[in-house]
C-alpha cells in the first residue's frame, strides 16, 4: 500500500523558493498509471491543484501557478518534488502531495505546513 | 476566472439526509467534468470518497453517494452519523490537464 510523506523547511523567507519533497514508500515512482500530485490548502480555505507529474515526466500545472512552479521526480529516491519561485505570504499554505491514478486521488500524504515571513 | 461553488455550511440532524452540491461557473456540471468528492476532518489530509461522479472507494460508507443534481454535481448523506461532522470538497476536471476545488462545505450533525 502506497504512502506518501512530505518533507521541507516550514519557514520561507518572501520572494525566495520554497521546496518540498514527498517520499513514496510501498510502490515504485517509476511504475506507471500514476500521476504524482501536489495540492495546497491555505489556512482556513479550500484546497487548491497545485500540478502533477506523471511517471514519465510529463508534468501539468495550475494555469495560475505555471510560471513559479516544477515538479520534479528522482526514482533513485523514490521521490518527487515541488519548487514554487518567488514566495509571498499569499504563498503560506498546507502542503499536500498525493496520487493520481486517473480516476481517483489517493492516498494523501499528512500535508506540511509551510510558512512565507520575514 | 472559473469558480467552483459549494455551499459555505449545512446543517444535518442525526439520522437525516443531506446532499452537498458542486457548482461550476461555466455552467451546468457534467460527467466530463469527472467529480471528485473529498471528507476532511480537523487536523486531518482529505480522503477520498466519490470519484468520477458516482463511485465509492472500498472504504466509502453506503450511506455516501454522488450524482448530477440539476447541473451540479452532488453528494448525499442518508442516515447522517456523528462521526460525518467534517469539511466535504468537490474537485471537478476542466480539461487539458486543469483541476479546481470547491471552497468546501462544512457539515455540522446537530
Known amino acids: 500500500q502506497v504512502q506518501l510523506q512530505e518533507s521541507g523547511p516550514g519557514l520561507v523567507k518572501p520572494s525566495q523558493t520554497l521546496s518540498l519533497t514527498c517520499t513514496v514508500s510501498?510502490?515504485?515512482?517509476?511504475?506507471?498509471?500514476?500521476?504524482w500530485t501536489w495540492i495546497r490548502q491555505h489556512p482556513g480555505k479550500g484546497l487548491e491543484w497545485i500540478g502533477y507529474?506523471?511517471?514519465?515526466?510529463?508534468?501539468y500545472y495550475n494555469p495560475s501557478l505555471k510560471s513559479r512552479i516544477t515538479i520534479s521526480l528522482d526514482a533513485s529516491k523514490n521521490q518527487f518534488s515541488l519548487k514554487l519561485n518567488s514566495v509571498t505570504a499569499a504563498d503560506t499554505a498546507v502542503y499536500y502531495c498525493?496520487?493520481?491514478?486517473?480516476?481517483?486521488?489517493?492516498?494523501w500524504g499528512q500535508g506540511t505546513l509551510v510558512t512565507v515571513s520575514s | 476566472q472559473t469558480v467552483v461553488t459549494q455551499e459555505p455550511s449545512l446543517t444535518v440532524s442525526p439520522g437525516g439526509t443531506v446532499t452537498l452540491t458542486c457548482a461550476s461557473s461555466?455552467?451546468?456540471?457534467?460527467?466530463?467534468?469527472?467529480p471528485n468528492w473529498f471528507q476532511q476532518k480537523p487536523g486531518q489530509a482529505p480522503r477520498a470518497l466519490i470519484y468520477?461522479?458516482?463511485n465509492k472507494h472500498s472504504w466509502t460508507p453506503a450511506r455516501f453517494s454522488g450524482s448530477l443534481l440539476g447541473g451540479k454535481a452532488a453528494l448525499t448523506l442518508s442516515g447522517v452519523q456523528p462521526e460525518d461532522e467534517a469539511e466535504y470538497h468537490c474537485?471537478?476536471?476542466?480539461?487539458?490537464?486543469?483541476?479546481?476545488f470547491g471552497g468546501g462545505t462544512k457539515l455540522t450533525v446537530l
Open positions: 507529474i506523471y511517471y514519465s515526466g510529463s508534468t
Open positions: 474537485l471537478l476536471y476542466y480539461g487539458a490537464d486543469n483541476w479546481i
Open positions: 461555466t455552467g451546468a456540471v457534467t460527467s466530463s467534468f469527472y
Open positions: 510501498g510502490g515504485s515512482i517509476s511504475s506507471g498509471g500514476y500521476y
Open positions: 498525493a496520487t493520481y491514478n486517473s480516476n481517483w486521488f489517493d492516498p
Open positions: 468520477n461522479t458516482s
